[in-house]
T-cell receptor, first 113, second 115 residues
Framework: DTEVTQTPKHLVMGMTNKKSLKCEQH?????MYWYKQKAKKPPELMFV???????INESVPSRFSPECPNSSLLNLHLHALQPEDSALYLC????????????FGPGTRLTVT | AQSVAQPEDQVNVAEGNPLTVKCTYS??????LFWYVQYPNRGLQFLLK??????LVKGSYGFEAEFNKSQTSFHLKKPSALVSDSALYFC?????????????FGAGTRLAVHP
């Protein structure tokens, strides 16, 4: 299995809702990432987990809450989002001590109404 | 500070012609350089990387890139463009740190290949 999967593909939520994005990889990668991407812009790093520990939080608002329950799974919990949070949310992973490139999932298209 | 520049917002090429997508970088130390491609409403796909070794790197789908240390460039090339190569291309530099890789992306270049 050489892919990163993300669910759901699309999500529409109101500003008072609570929802979660899920990312899974079974490649044995020990670093996992969340990115936010606006249309026609490069991805912006949000969080990095290394060996299931949060290593980087790029000053992301607390309405985004990451979780790494195990080495294969990464969640992003969403609460009280704003319309400007609408974007494509990408998950990625890398092997540790390996080839350095990141493998990206297809993303979740989030719309906040 | 590390940075990556992609000086062209868009590159237009006729099918069958060679293509070049430009990237320059600024890093302290040895650079780890990557090219990714993104099709509409999809995630990023890894094309190729330079870590060390030969300056000409070959990657997926017939793409290659040339690392030029003196010009701090890592241009993406393909000898003969296909319409299906039309997509958004990102150059990235990724210093390895503490077991993970924090990528810094360029702004992206849209490649349009015309029949």
């Amino acid at each position: 299995d050489t892919e990163v999967t993300q669910t759901p593909k699309h999500l529409v939520m109101g500003m008072t809702n609570k929802k979660s994005l899920k990312c899974e990889q079974h490649m044995g990668h020990r670093a996992m990432y969340w990115y936010k991407q606006k249309a026609k812009k490069p991805p912006e790093l949000m969080f990095v987990y290394s060996y299931e520990k949060l290593s980087i939080n790029e000053s992301v608002p607390s309405r985004f809450s990451p979780e790494c329950p195990n080495s294969s799974l990464l969640n992003l919990h969403l609460h009280a989002l704003q319309p400007e949070d609408s974007a494509l949310y990408l998950c990625a992973s890398t092997p540790v001590g390996g080839s350095y490139e990141q493998y990206f999932g297809p993303g979740t298209r989030l719309t906040v109404t | 500070a590390q940075s990556v520049a992609q000086p062209e917002d868009q590159v237009n090429v006729a099918e069958g012609n060679p293509l070049t997508v430009k990237c320059t970088y600024s890093v302290s130390g040895n650079p780890y350089l990557f090219w990714y491609v993104q099709y509409p409403n999809r995630g990023l796909q890894f094309l190729l990387k330079y870590i060390t070794g030969d300056n000409l790197v070959k990657g997926s789908y017939g793409f290659e890139a040339e690392f030029n240390k003196s010009q701090t460039s890592f241009h993406l090339k393909k000898p003969s463009a296909l319409v299906s190569d039309s997509a958004l291309y990102f150059c990235a530099v990724g210093p390895l740190s503490g077991g993970y890789n924090k990528l810094i992306f360029g702004a992206g270049t849209r490649l349009a290949v015309h029949p």
